[in-house]
């Protein structure tokens, strides 16, 4: 396992939890890094990613506005700070992360990231 992502857990709904992922030396300062969900019966989706020269974000319609992603190269670590959360943020959180240059849009593409942690399960009471 490369990254291994910590910090799911259970929270009500309005709640806010913070999730972070630490990188394995081989994929430490990866260009860039990002957050999945899978919901139970659901395709993984994509949340957020960040770019490591000029940390450029990007968010899924659904989480923008209420999601952070940051990353500190220094300590290797990815972090994703969830606010007002609903149910509809029940899944297990992955992230990733990928060396790989491409346009934009591309990272909102699983199939382009390289490295996987192992999930988290957040889990939002109505």
């Known amino acids: 396992v490369q990254l291994q992502a910590s910090g799911g857990g259970l929270v009500q709904a309005g709640g806010s939890l913070s999730l972070s992922c630490g990188v394995a030396?081989?994929?430490?300062?990866?260009?860039?890094v990002g957050w999945f969900r899978q919901a139970p019966g659901k395709e993984r989706e994509f949340v957020a990613a960040i770019k490591r020269f000029g940390h450029q974000t990007f968010y899924s319609d659904s989480v923008k506005g209420r999601f952070t992603i940051s990353r500190d190269d220094a300590k290797n670590i990815q972090y994703l700070q969830m606010n007002s959360l609903g149910p509809e943020d029940t899944a297990v959180y992955y992230c990733?992360?990928?060396?790989?240059?491409?346009?934009?849009?591309?990272?909102?593409?699983?199939?382009?990231?390289?490295?996987w942690g192992r999930g988290t399960q957040v889990t939002v009471s109505s």
């Open positions: 990733a992360g990928t060396n790989k240059v491409l346009s934009d849009t591309r990272y909102l593409d699983r199939g382009v990231y390289t490295y």
């Open positions: 030396e081989r994929s430490k300062n990866a260009y860039v």
